[in-house]
């Protein structure tokens, strides 16, 4: 029987203090709220129960983030995708910003099982005065495990209305995609890393943004083995990092390093990663 589960997590700003209020229907809900960083930075881990996705399943979560407010979301594991009878899996997440508050929406990756169908859908809203940082992270296999990316299919869509879309499909018999020097080129792990801003950021701040995630590239550090990895700012409310690897470790490792001078530089906050990415 297939799970359907709902999240509605709000961030409310009270005084100095940043608080989350959430209400949940099914296996989906977040854990205490912490404040390793003080009381304006709310920390939430959300978690599945159930820990993946089959054919049928739909997690629906709703962030919304009030004038004020500070919230940060990540995971205690991937977002497994299982193997599919027939039907699509779901992940829809929806997320509003308003004036003057910040979130940050930082999951564990994707992670797709061969014979998955599987979509892992993303709507953003920013009102004027917003910001945020987030990452998708996408696995296709467990090359660890020699189980590759065999069989089904992966759909992602990023979508901030009228200003930011990506949407893409990966077929795992998409040999072309999947292997070739224009594609993935073996690769099976995508990454991508964000900056939005619901005012468009001054010239000189996206070129500072951009030139600290530059200077923090593989290639930039002299790493032997750089990843396929690039910044860009294709429009003044958008920064986003995009980086491929043949697994996840060395593409988180690059995510955090930016993660962490991109919020410096925003916001003078430190890097400190969540206490769960590291238990």
Same mark, same amino acid.
């Not at 799970?3 to 608080?19: E, M, N, T, V």
């Not at 964000?194 to 200077?215: D, K, N, Q």
């Given at each position: 029987?297939p799970?359907?589960a709902? &999240?509605?997590?709000d961030y409310? !700003?009270?005084?100095a203090?940043s608080?989350?209020?959430?209400?949940h229907?099914?296996? &989906?809900?977040?854990?205490q709220?912490?404040?390793?960083?003080?009381?304006?930075i709310c920390?939430n881990?959300?978690?599945h =129960? =159930?820990s993946?996705l089959?054919?049928?399943?739909? *997690?629906?979560?709703r962030? $919304?983030?009030?004038?004020g407010? !500070?919230?940060l979301i990540t995971?205690p594991?991937?977002?497994?995708?299982?193997?599919?009878e027939?039907? /699509?899996?779901? +992940?829809?997440?929806r997320?509003?910003v308003?004036?003057?508050?910040?979130l940050?929406w930082?999951?564990?990756e994707a992670?797709?099982?061969?014979g998955?169908l599987?979509?892992?859908r993303?709507?953003?809203? &920013?009102? =004027?005065?917003?910001?945020?940082?987030?990452w998708?992270?996408?696995?296709?296999?467990?090359?660890?495990?020699h189980k590759p990316?065999?069989a089904g299919?992966? $759909? $992602?869509?990023i979508e901030?209305?009228?200003?930011w879309?990506?949407r893409g499909?990966?077929?795992?018999?998409?040999?072309?995609l999947?292997?070739g020097?224009?594609?993935l080129?073996?690769h099976r792990?995508?990454?991508? *890393?964000f900056? *939005?801003?619901g005012?468009? %950021?001054a010239r000189?701040r996206?070129?500072?943004l %951009?030139? %600290?995630a530059?200077? %923090?590239l =593989?290639e930039?550090?002299?790493e032997?083995?750089?990843l396929?990895a690039?910044?860009t700012?294709? +429009?003044?409310q958008v920064?986003v990092?995009?980086?491929l690897a043949? /697994? /996840?470790?060395?593409?988180?490792?690059l995510?955090?390093? /930016?993660w962490?001078?991109?919020? $410096?530089q925003?916001?003078q906050?430190?890097?400190?990663?969540?206490?769960i990415?590291?238990t």
């Amino acid at each position: 029987m297939p799970w359907h589960a709902r &999240l509605d997590l709000d961030y409310h !700003h009270d005084g100095a203090r940043s608080i989350a209020r959430f209400r949940h229907e099914g296996p &989906l809900r977040v854990l205490q709220s912490l404040y390793p960083e003080g009381p304006d930075i709310c920390h939430n881990v959300l978690v599945h =129960p =159930p820990s993946g996705l089959v054919g049928g399943d739909t *997690l629906s979560i709703r962030v $919304q983030a009030a004038a004020g407010s !500070h919230g940060l979301i990540t995971t205690p594991g991937a977002t497994r995708f299982y193997r599919s009878e027939g039907e /699509v899996a779901l +992940q829809h997440t929806r997320i509003r910003v308003d004036a003057g508050a910040r979130l940050e929406w930082l999951p564990l990756e994707a992670l797709c099982y061969s014979g998955c169908l599987a979509e892992n859908r993303l709507e953003l809203e &920013l009102a =004027p005065g917003a910001e945020m940082i987030g990452w998708d992270v996408t696995a296709l296999g467990l090359p660890h495990a020699h189980k590759p990316f065999g069989a089904g299919h992966f $759909q $992602q869509h990023i979508e901030w209305p009228g200003v930011w879309l990506e949407r893409g499909r990966i077929a795992a018999d998409d040999a072309r995609l999947l292997d070739g020097p224009l594609g993935l080129a073996g690769h099976r792990c995508l990454a991508s *890393l964000f900056i *939005l801003s619901g005012t468009p %950021l001054a010239r000189a701040r996206r070129e500072r943004l %951009l030139e %600290l995630a530059r200077a %923090l590239l =593989p290639e930039a550090r002299g790493e032997a083995s750089p990843l396929p990895a690039g910044v860009t700012s294709p +429009q003044p409310q958008v920064i986003v990092l995009r980086a491929l690897a043949p /697994v /996840v470790e060395p593409a988180f490792a690059l995510l955090r390093r /930016v993660w962490s001078a991109w919020r $410096q530089q925003l916001w003078q906050r430190g890097g400190d990663s969540p206490r769960i990415w590291n238990t």
